[in-house]
């Protein structure tokens, strides 16, 4: 348990709130980093502290992460906002007033960070209506597009002075008493509110995103609204390093509510050199001096550096996978798309797991731009147990969630990134709005990003994942502009424009089609069978009673206990032109656009009648079959019994049948084979004889051939040949 602080006074009072809630003090299963009760006290050793906290959490937080981490609602916290709102009203007003008459009395002059985060969140994210005009679009702005008062030229002003610092504490420069006053100003200015940015090198420079672009990224303009990185295809990424969370969170001393790092540093000038301190060990792990503000140059790591028991590099990542990386870069968190997109996914890890790897690193972690929760200090358990909160709940289905820094990765918003095994970049997502047709529905967005990975998916697969053929950026979808099917007749199925955001119940049904009926217009699914040590994500959500309540986790906890019967796995979907429907990234007019054994993710919700989307993947893996030694044979002799393995559908999902067929190249001195194949076996005979009398040498060809077919490039035989040598004096070799 951890240990409590209380001074006299105030916080008596509000302790003993707090361990009338939670009993002993010990946190209730599932209510997230700690009770405020529980860690807000561990910091609390003045009246201005407990005054700090107030303003901390009515203007510095994040409305959701306050509420799923147990602030929200919770009577310390309201307490404490509800008596800091009451000495700024009696105090704080006339303080703030004096400030900006520049006549602060000496008394009050430790208030000042308390009235300047109030003036800065006023001035920056009031109005409401205001909030595009001031910030642009949601995050990283660093300049107003159109400042519309004098306030905001000042806020700008005080911005610009404290990147220009933090440029100098990335890059190991020493800082003069004034740096240090201007880094204290922008840490009140940047963190009174949740939706500025990352406190990661993306805001250094300080005049526009275009700057940013072009002169730290290297970047050119594509787009009016986006910019290409640095990566072209072909290209070798950095080699950032990944730390392995579950190595941490495994350990016995691994402590999901230990201690955590006072949230309120940023207001207490004291803790000026610790906050400066925290940015330069992060700064000297991952990134590399240099000179030209605002230039950053993220560390790449050494090819030759030697993994630890607790991290890789990437490069080491890629050696040992020996498999193409979809790496997704600010993916796995709570961010709404994201939580969709990790669902999307879902689809490409079913129908490609076994040929490609997923490694979901979290820069928000890396990067210190995790302003929503203030945290400071970042050691790795720290970092795991952020992981396993924000990340892990969401992820049903990767065999790990690493924390990795990834801003190296051409630094734009781009989420998800293709990498050959070799770590040559391939492409990345585009990930703008320009794939929204409906005002206000990021529903197209999110979908036609989805659309356009998995016709390149397919494209891959069919090029051998040749960066010749690999376009830089994904192209969205061929219903970029627009579905064939408006959200109306969705809308008449019960779903809306906002069914995606934050799950809203929605969840993910993975398997094989085994029937499409166009009288009844019907699908007939066969879910994939539930094992939970597959899923290790959902085994940890189970271990550490992580949101319980998510779709997938209840869906899985559905298929554990309903079991892999087929009747168990047998689900009937009906389908009306209000259901997206697609295959290979493609739009399909209905249910007649699919086909048998065509891999499909079927979005949708408890109680309704229809499902939401349709997605299919339709591309066909040549069937395997290990190759096969060479053979001798004396002449004249007994029929001989090769054995033939590794013979495999090559499918990860849908059942298929296969045939073996062989023949002999040189019947003259080998006679035609015999196959001995069982169906569903994973070996096969092949019965081998000479020809009487004759020698000679030849080839025997064996063909496997699966019922996947071609479809899209697609590729259903597997051909394969050894040789036989007949002679006198021959020994009997191969098996």
Known sequence: MLRHYVFAGLMGFLLSVAGSRTGSGQQPPGEGLGVPGKWISQHLDSE?????????????????YESIQG??????ANDMVTRFTAWFDRDGKRILADWRAGTV????????????TVFWDTTAMTPAERRGLKLGTYFRFNRFPEP??????EYQAVLEKGLAVLHKIYNRRPLTPEDRSDFHEWLLAYYCNYYIGGVDPASLPADSWKTFARNMLGSTQRTGKRFRGLYSPGDEVYNFRIIDSESIWGMPSFDLNGDVTDNCWHLKPERLDDIIATYRAFAEEYYEPADEYPIVK?????????????????????ARQRKPVILGKWF?????????????????????GDKLNFLFPEPGYQSLVEKNHLIFTM????????ILWNSVPYVPFLPEVSIGNVAPLGGKLNRVYLVNQDGAFLCDLDYDGNGQPREGDSWDMLLTEMLGFDANLVNCFRTGFSPDSAPAIVPWGESVSQFGKGLELSSANGHNNKSYNRYSGLYDVIGELISVDADEHTITVL???????????????????????????????RFKAEGNSREARTWVFKVNQGVFTFVNGREVRDESGFRKGDVVSVMTRDGMEYPYVIRAIRFNFAPTIDPVADVSLPVDSEPRTVKLTGIDDNNQVCEQSITVGARSLAPGVVAPPEVRYRAGSSSAELILAPVDGQTGAGEIEVQVKDSGGTYDGGQDTTVITFRVVVGRGQTETGS
Request: net charge negative.
């Open 298 to 318: 993220p560390r790449d790591w050494p090819s030759d550096t030697r993994d630890t028991e607790r991290d890789s590099t990437f490069h080491n990542y890629l």
């Open 527 to 557: 879910r994939e069978e539930f094992d939970e040590r597959d899923y290790p994500n959902y085994l940890t959500v189970k271990r550490f009673d992580l949101l319980p309540v998510l779709p997938h986790v209840k869906l899985f906890d």
């Open 105 to 116: 009395q000496p008394e009050d002059r430790q208030y000042l960070p308390l009235v300047k």
């Open 332 to 352: 796995a968190n709570r961010d709404e798309a994201n939580c969709r997109m990790v669902l999307f996914m879902y689809l490409h890890y079913r129908a490609f």
């Open 379 to 386: 050691d790795d358990q720290m970092r795991a147990r952020m």
């Open 148 to 153: 519309a008062s004098p306030e905001d030229e």
């Open 71 to 76: 602030w929200k609602d919770n009577p310390v």
């Open 48 to 64: 201005y502290d407990a005054l700090a906290w107030g303003c901390r959490l009515k203007h510095c937080s994040h409305v959701y």
